[in-house]
């Protein structure tokens, strides 16, 4: 759960260990991490995110184990510990490409235990993929990170479609034993 970044040269041109940012806009505000939060103004930072360019969805899903794992109390107090336990952890990435320009990091972190590491740190994690107007389906790295890739994978093509496949994705993430853990 550390943040590190290899020494040698590299394309990623990564300032203070900062989310890729090799292409698209040459802006370091294109997008940038938001903690865990229920405060709605925090949230709406989001809107001020582009997608441009490149696509790197291993970082989503290190970033978002980071944030997910940092939420954990790690208490000595049995019941904040409980609480902690019982919430549902779910970690949903988007993606609108292939990964580029090195498609292979994905697969490479993928085939090492990127995806099994997450669900040790955080146990009961589910991984879903979007892909927003894109055949997320057909990527083998997804595949292989996620529990069910005939549920947890879904492609849709309109903003309407997006909203109902998010719903059916918390539900399914939200399962233990087949009982539903929403209230």
Known sequence: MNDKFPSQSSSYRVKNVDLYSGF???SNTQFYNVSL?????DINKIDNMTASGSTAAYQGILT???LLAAGNPNSSDEDEQEAYDNKVKMLLI????KESPNKGILDKLVDEGMC???RSVIPGLYIGFIGIDYNAEGIQAFRKCVNDENTDIINVGNLDELIEKIEELIQNGSKSNGFTKLY
């Open 24 to 26: 698209g806009k040459s």
């Open 37 to 41: 939060t229920n405060t709605l103004s």
């Open 64 to 66: 978002g184990t980071q």
């Open 94 to 97: 988007f993606s609108d490409g």
């Open 116 to 118: 099994n590491r997450a």
